[in-house]
């Protein structure tokens, strides 16, 4: 059984950072081609980066160069570091395993 459980989200300011974390208890995530996407209210979920089990990745292009998508494999762990938060980056967002499994959400807000 995949669990992947997300951390790290909160309430910050614009122009502030947050970092997810997501891991597993159930899967060595470095084998695997991992994901963050984010959704809001009403919308349906859009990817915000992805990464290879070759460590290549892709971001959503309002994020690129604040977001930055990472591995810790000593960690079992993949991270979404994500600088100058801006409002329209508020919502929950989710880990994805191979884009088969999702992690519960962690929520981020970004208001003044």
């Known amino acids: 059984q995949v669990q992947l459980v997300e951390s790290g989200g909160g309430l910050v300011q614009p122009g502030e950072s947050l970092r997810l974390s997501c891991t597993s208890s159930g899967s060595r995530l470095s084998r695997y081609a991992m994901y963050w996407y984010r959704q809001t209210p009403g919308n349906q979920r859009e990817m915000v980066a992805s990464?290879?089990?070759?460590?290549?990745?892709t971001y959503l292009d309002s994020v690129k160069g604040r977001f930055t998508i990472s591995r810790d494999n000593a960690r079992n762990t993949v991270y979404l570091e994500m600088n100058n938060l801006k409002s329209e980056d508020t919502a929950v967002y989710f880990c994805?395993?191979?884009?088969?499994?999702w992690g519960q959400g962690t929520q981020v807000t970004v208001s003044s």
């Open positions: 994805n395993l191979g884009n088969f499994f």
């Open positions: 990464i290879t089990n070759r460590d290549l990745t």
